[in-house]
């Protein structure tokens, strides 16, 4: 696989707030490293959002406090609630499309003006014969600090590699957990591809559970030494250093992740339904974006 086509159609799902922009940001530093064709996408809003509206007492549909109170809920009113949200979705994709646009850019808008967002997302993925999904850790309406619902919806279920985005807007530190380089081969491509195009320094992992390998302390070394020496030896573009450890593969990819200032996780799902369980934990828990491969 070329390494251009890992990055030739890219997905954004966008909604004005902090973390969707830096996913922005890290989707242009991608974007103009690979000349990816990139979509903005946003939806307006979601399904229930006119039902909450209905049931509240008194909710607020914008900053400058527009207010629904349960003696003004009528369809006009409801109606202008849609329009506002419809208006302010545009100017949220014209001002994203406008930052890639900067940086001559191939882009393109689309509006959705009423879905769920996780399911919105992915059908445009799969009908639209993207490469990748980058979209920020949560959004702005929702309370869970680590990942949001959609993220983590779109994470468990999409078909293709999903990059989730935290604090970090350019990548010069990659790390790779490594549990087979059989298994994790779809994963070394990926690390392989934006190290030769960033010149990103990339950290192999692989983490042994000491209760799980029956050896010997020695053997059990010297096995985790060579399989990081296989793994190493599948790449084509940078040499990467390599690091053993005991423990837990996702805890200590945590650890790991933050205590060597890493930019860019990238870690391998082999279920494409639901995430496995290191790279759930992960998602939920790194402060620093996450690229899953399936």
């Not at 969707?20 to 990139?38: D, G, P, T, Y």
């Not at 003004?72 to 100017?91: C, F, H, I, P």
């Not at 010997?216 to 250093?241: N, Q």
Request: hydrophobic share 40%; net charge neutral.
């Amino acid at each position: 696989m070329q390494a251009t086509s890992l990055f030739d159609r890219i997905i954004l799902p966008v909604d004005g707030s902090l973390p969707s922009l830096v996913a922005q940001e890290l989707a242009v530093f991608i974007a103009k490293r690979f000349s990816s064709h990139v979509l903005v996408l946003h939806v307006a809003y979601q399904e229930n959002t006119v039902a909450q509206a209905m049931q509240s007492s008194e909710i607020s549909v914008g900053p400058a406090g527009a207010y629904i109170s349960p003696y003004t809920r009528s369809t006009e009113v409801l109606n202008e609630v849609a329009d506002w949200y419809l208006k302010r979705g545009g100017q949220i994709i014209t001002e994203a499309a406008a930052r890639f646009r900067e940086e001559n850019l191939h882009v393109e808008e689309k509006l959705v003006p009423r879905g769920n967002a996780a399911e919105e997302i992915l059908k445009e993925a799969e009908t639209g014969g993207y490469s990748i999904i980058i979209l920020g850790n949560n959004g702005e309406e929702e309370r869970d600090p680590r990942l949001g619902s959609v993220a983590r919806n779109v994470a468990n279920h999409s078909r293709i590699p999903v990059l989730i985005c935290r604090n970090k807007v350019q990548v010069s530190r990659i790390l790779l957990p490594i549990t087979s380089p059989a298994k994790d081969e779809k994963a070394i491509r990926y690390a392989d591809a934006i190290a030769a195009r960033t010149g990103a320094r990339i950290l192999l992992l692989h983490v042994q559970d000491p209760v799980a390998v029956k050896l010997k302390p020695e053997d059990a070394t010297a096995m985790g030494k060579h399989l990081l020496f296989e793994a190493a030896g599948k790449f084509r573009w940078t040499m990467p250093e390599r690091k053993l450890e005991q423990g837990s593969t996702a805890k200590k990819t945590v650890e790991i992740a933050r205590k060597e200032n890493i930019d860019l996780i990238i870690m391998h799902s082999a279920s494409q339904t639901i995430l496995d369980d290191d790279a759930d934990y992960v998602a939920h828990y790194a402060d620093r974006p996450l690229l899953i491969t399936k």
